[in-house]
């Protein structure tokens, strides 16, 4: 099931009710700690997709168990229609006001505002710092639900106080509420850690948090993505390189990560000296850069198309880590193409079109497209930036891609073109980026010798497909609830003898599998035929072969897929081409 889609005018719309929601969370909060004569202290509710969510200091630790009655008492607050009263304060009554009461976070929130008058709205038991706007009174708040409870750093400073915040979901109807909770439901059922575990995929371990452990099924998954990979490619002219996982510091200076990115990088020393020595190496461009300087490059060798799966570390905060889909070490998928400004179109149409692919064979849609142009922390002149915004523009309006604008969103040395994916339950991820760099050929005095013999400055291209392959893996995992397609499942099919005598047959047929390329295990377990079928289902396997007295004597198998789907009896070598047309045409 996908989400329904809303206009830009009701996602507006929404968004007021959701704001408007957070602030009926907090007054039925006060509420419910009345009768326990403590100060609940506020931090901050701002509407989210889907929802709202509000974060507070509380007097005692809250459970799931709390959030019904939270839940009736906004809907009392609801029912009660009370309005949203704005009024404006000077500066300094505010924080006099905000201080009486114990607001301390309110208090610092207000000090931090530059304006001289600060907005407030008022509606019952809570009269909030906030800007608005509202929707008129509380009973125009729709349907909603408490959905969970997580904590929270104030302002997502790890070394500040940890806050509980209460998670909502808020729609226009009951009916799009529970079209949602479904989806809520659907997406559970998806979550790529549970099913990591069920398949028994990946680990993680409380020594490495945030460092996955690839199990030998997971292993076979990322070669065969891996080995795809290689392959499109070889196909599409690139050759692939590695780098070292650890440099010199004095590299990182070079190139302006230890100025733009220190705060995600880590850092090794060697010996007994006083400062580190050597950054682990957070991307693969600067390793790849001093590939490309090992020797001069001709105006013929360009473009030069590199490839590198590099293993890369990059610190997250506890709170950032999420499974696979954000870790502290993983490998991207990178590459960077070296060219001259004639040969910049061209070499990105390419990249786009090769991205375009790759996602399809994946099952992924392209949900859109953005373009994020120059950040505040940058490097390279603005006359390169303002050429590579433009050419970047002009390759996407060229290639009929509609895309949005990002502001301020690009890499610190190159605008980009980022791919933001639709998985089939409706769910959004941005993977693929492409970025135009000026700056590091500048930078790192990179050169080619041009047809009239002079020494000219290359462009490059950095850009990733899978992004990070951990984090792809979960969201494939995701886009097929764990029904790997056959190209892609690690073990593709299981043979369950009925009996004991059918085993040496059993394995017979699964030698001629392997012989065809095809991935297989024999159930060799003292197991009822039915709780291997079962078993194997749970394992997500495509297809399960079962052999017995019949199958043995008509030379063939009696294939069952995992949607439960008696396909009869088959002759060995027709099951065999029907499997191999399926891994061939990536069905």
């Keep these: 099931m996908k989400k329904r889609e809303y206009s830009k005018e009701e996602l507006e719309q929404m968004e007021l009710m ?7 969370l907090a007054a039925a909060v006060i509420k419910y700690f009345e009768k326990e004569g403590e100060i609940v202290k506020l931090g901050i509710g701002p ?15 809250l459970t799931n168990e709390d959030l019904p009655e939270i ?18 304060l000077s500066k300094e009554d505010a924080v006099n006001m905000l201080t009486e009461r114990g607001q301390l976070y309110k208090v610092e929130l207000a000090n931090d505002l530059e304006d001289n008058e600060l907005s407030f709205y008022k509606s019952g038991v809570i009269d909030d710092l906030c800007r608005g706007p509202h929707v008129a009174d509380t009973s125009k708040i729709g349907a909603f639900k408490l959905t969970s409870i997580a904590g929270a750093y104030w302002r997502g400073d790890e070394k500040r106080p940890m806050l509980t915040r209460i998670y909502g ?110 950054c682990i190496k957070p991307m693969n461009c600067p390793g790849g850069i001093l590939v490309y300087k090992n020797s001069l490059k001709s105006y013929r060798d360009l473009p030069l198309r590199v490839g590198e799966l590099g293993l890369v ?27 001259t400004e004639g040969q910049m179109k061209d070499e990105l149409k390419k990249v786009l079109e ?26 390279g002149s603005d006359e390169q930036w303002a050429l590579a915004e433009k050419v970047l523009e002009e390759v996407l309006e060229e290639s009929g891609i509609e895309y949005q604008i990002n502001p301020g969103d690009g890499a610190f040395y190159g605008p980009k073109i980022d791919f933001h ?12 980026t492409v970025q135009l760099d000026f700056a590091q050929p500048d930078n790192f005095e990179l050169e080619y010798v041009s047809e009239s013999g002079e020494r000219k400055r290359p462009v490059m291209i950095h850009r990733v497909i899978y992004g990070g392959i951990e984090r792809f893996i979960a969201i494939i995992l995701e886009n097929f609830a764990g029904k790997f397609p056959m190209w892609l499942s690690p073990v593709q099919i299981k043979i369950i003898p009925i009996t004991r005598k059918h085993q040496k047959y059993a394995n017979d047929v699964a030698e001629k599998l392997k012989e065809a390329g095809l991935r297989v295990q024999v159930d060799k377990r003292e197991e009822r035929m039915q709780a291997k079928i079962r078993d194997a289902q749970m394992e997500k396997i495509n297809y399960m072969l079962i052999v017995g007295d019949k199958e043995m004597e008509h030379g063939g198998v009696a294939v069952r897929s995992r949607d439960e789907k008696d396909l009869g009896l088959m002759k060995t070598e027709d099951f065999i081409a029907k499997a191999q047309g399926e891994v061939e045409n990536k069905e």
């Excluded at 959701?18 to 009926?24: F, G, L």
């Excluded at 570390?313 to 060219?339: K, P």
């Excluded at 375009?356 to 922390?377: G, N, S, V």
């Design 18 to 24: 959701r704001h408007s929601a957070s602030h009926v």
């Design 71 to 88: 839940e009736r008492i906004m809907e009392e607050i609801k029912e009660a229609g009370e309005s949203f009263e704005h009024r404006m």
């Design 354 to 379: 090769l991205t375009a692919k790759i996602y399809q064979d994946y099952q992924l849609e392209i949900d859109h497209i953005e373009l994020c142009t120059k950040p505040e922390k940058s490097i």
């Design 421 to 432: 994916l639709s998985d089939s339950i409706g769910k959004t991820w941005q993977c693929g």
């Design 47 to 61: 509407a989210i997709e889907h929802g709202f969510y509000y974060d507070f200091d509380l007097p005692r630790k």
């Design 169 to 278: 979901v808020a729609f226009p109807t009951p009916e799009e509420l529970k079209e949602h909770l479904d989806w809520l439901e659907e997406a559970k059922a998806r979550d790529h850690r549970k099913l990591s575990k069920e398949l028994d995929l990946f680990m993680f371990s409380k020594f490495g948090p945030g460092f996955a452990f690839r199990l030998p099924k997971g292993e076979k998954l990322w070669q065969l993505m891996v080995n795809y990979w290689r392959q499109m490619h070889e196909d599409a002219g690139y050759v692939e390189i590695n780098t070292p996982i650890m440099l010199k510091k004095e590299l990182w200076e070079k190139s302006g990560h230890l100025k733009n990115y220190a705060e995600k990088m880590y850092f090794a020393k060697t010996g007994d000296d006083e400062d580190f020595s050597y």
């Design 313 to 339: 570390h990059r610190y997250e905060s506890s709170g950032e880590m999420s499974g696979l889909l954000r870790v502290r070490q993983f490998t991207q998928d990178d590459a960077h193409i070296y060219m």
